[in-house]
């Protein structure tokens, strides 16, 4: 059941209530169904109760019981709670649970595959507090920055210049593409929804580089940053603990994962441990799995099946993965909040690692032929390539489909 199936479900739900004479109201044509917010629980929340009190002429939570019942008895449907003044908090089957999420992320995947076209800023080389303008460039997918105005517009240019986004290898097996669609991208949350955050900061690379990122991150919430500069002695609103050294030399994608990664308080190690092809590089197993799921889906296509959402609690290896991927928007929610995108960082690397622990059970193996266990458990990594993907470009580091 996706979201838009589990909408469909509770506008079913009013129209029953409304036919048994327990609601009069007008059925809307729309019931927003959303993943649950601070203080919700299970699957999916949906706030239907609070939109039909007024034209129902009581409270929403006599609304809410109301539909609570009927929403029971929908198949797929686990349980539902109410919960605040009204709100139906939607417990799915477990397999059902699995397919809506999976569905959900593929359904909402970004163009290119999650890439950033326009791109964050680029390090290049040291800092000056005199200037010209660089802001950051416009990203389709998630908002854009928005230069704050006044005097104090002027920002750096000697380490950091708006430049062309992440380069990407397109793959060019038979009839494979990665989920292109133009949906809101999956853990998209208005938590934020019209509010304007400032964001002064000094003139010193890792801030900007982290404002450069949060800019983005709020967008995702709803918000729009505004970045300023401010000089020695002013207020600032972020103030991350300086990088000991130029990042430049480790290269854009290395240079940004070096200085996001860490804790705001915390000072950034500025090696070349950054640029290691191995395991115990947090960047590379992040890139590194995204394109294993972009590589499962190429050799599926070989083998001539595709993903579907489906049941994949026959793998206790999926449990982790779901788990990570269904915290996402919530990962997203606290960076933006708590103006720390190292929390989106290290969630990258709890699903990059689950999904490396499941990526041994999607293709068939030997003479098996593929069956609906094997096309849910590729619906599943390509929706945990897609998140690793639109996670990267939110940190403004590519994802390359072969690395």
Known sequence: ????????????????????????????????VTVPG????????TNIALQLAR?????PLQVAEILCPRLRDAAGVADVEITGPGFLNIHL???TATAALVGEILDRARPNGGQCPSGPIRLTGTSRPDGPTATGDSHPAVGHRTPAAGPRQTATTGHIRPAVGPTTHTPTGPRYTPPTTDHTPYGHTPTLAQTVVPLRIPYEVRAEVVADTLVRVIATQGGRAEVDHVRPGETVDLRPVPAPEDPAPLGPDAARWALLYPAGHDRPRITADHLLQRESNPLFRVRYAHARARALGRNAVRLDFTPVPGD????????????AL??????????????APDRLARHLVAVADALLAFQHT??????????????????????AGTVLAGGLSLLGISAPDYL
């Open 326 to 339: 269904a915290e996402y928007p919530n990962a997203l929610t606290q960076a933006a909040a708590h103006r």
């Open 362 to 383: 999607v293709l068939p193996l030997g003479d098996e032929k593929p069956s609906a266990a094997h096309r849910a458990r590729l619906a599943l990594a390509e929706a």
């Open 93 to 95: 089957e477990p397999a």
């Open 38 to 45: 601070p203080g919700g629980r299970g699957d999916y929340a």
């Open 55 to 59: 034209p129902a002429g009581c409270p």
């Open 1 to 32: 059941m996706t979201p838009v199936e589990l909408s469909r479900t509770v506008l079913r739900a009013v129209r029953c209530a409304v036919d048994d004479g327990e609601l009069s109201v007008a059925v809307p044509e729309h019931a927003v």
């Open 312 to 323: 994949v609690t026959d793998v206790p290896s999926a449990a982790p993965l779901v788990r």
